[in-house]
C-alpha cells in the first residue's frame, strides 16, 4: 500500500520561502518521475514542477526561476524549495508520480501567501 506524507506548508507574506517535504512508503521511489502539485481553491490541481529518477527538472512557467525541486531516492523523499512566493501561489501542495499514478493523494500540505 502506497502512503504519502507531506509537510512544510504555511503562510508566508509574499516574496517569502518554505521547503516543502514529501516521504513515500509502498513503492520502489527511485524509478518513479515524481512531481509536485498544486490545488488552489476552487481551481483544479495542476503540476508545478517534475524530477526524474536521476534528478532531471521540470517547471511549469510561473515557476521557473523560483521553485526547486530535488529529491533523495535513498530516503523516498521529495523536495520543493519555493522561493519568492505570491499570493497566486497559495494552495495545499501535494506530491504524486508524474504523470500521475492511480494509488490516491496523502493530506497534503498547505501554503497560504498574504500580500
Known amino acids: 500500500q502506497v502512503h504519502v506524507v507531506e509537510s512544510g506548508g504555511g503562510l508566508v507574506q509574499a516574496g517569502g520561502s518554505l521547503s516543502l517535504s514529501c516521504v513515500v512508503s509502498g513503492i520502489n521511489f527511485g524509478v518513479y518521475t515524481m512531481g509536485w502539485y498544486r490545488q488552489a481553491p476552487g481551481s483544479q490541481r495542476e503540476m508545478v514542477a517534475a524530477i526524474n529518477g536521476i534528478g532531471g527538472a521540470i517547471y511549469a512557467d510561473p515557476e521557473k526561476g523560483r521553485f526547486t525541486i530535488t529529491r533523495n531516492n535513498a530516503k523516498k523523499a521529495l523536495y520543493l524549495q519555493v522561493n519568492s512566493l505570491k499570493p497566486e501561489d497559495t494552495g495545499v501542495y501535494y506530491c504524486?508520480?508524474?504523470?500521475?499514478?492511480?494509488w490516491g493523494w496523502g493530506q497534503g500540505t498547505q501554503v497560504t501567501v498574504s500580500s
Open positions: 504524486n508520480t508524474y504523470p500521475i499514478a492511480d
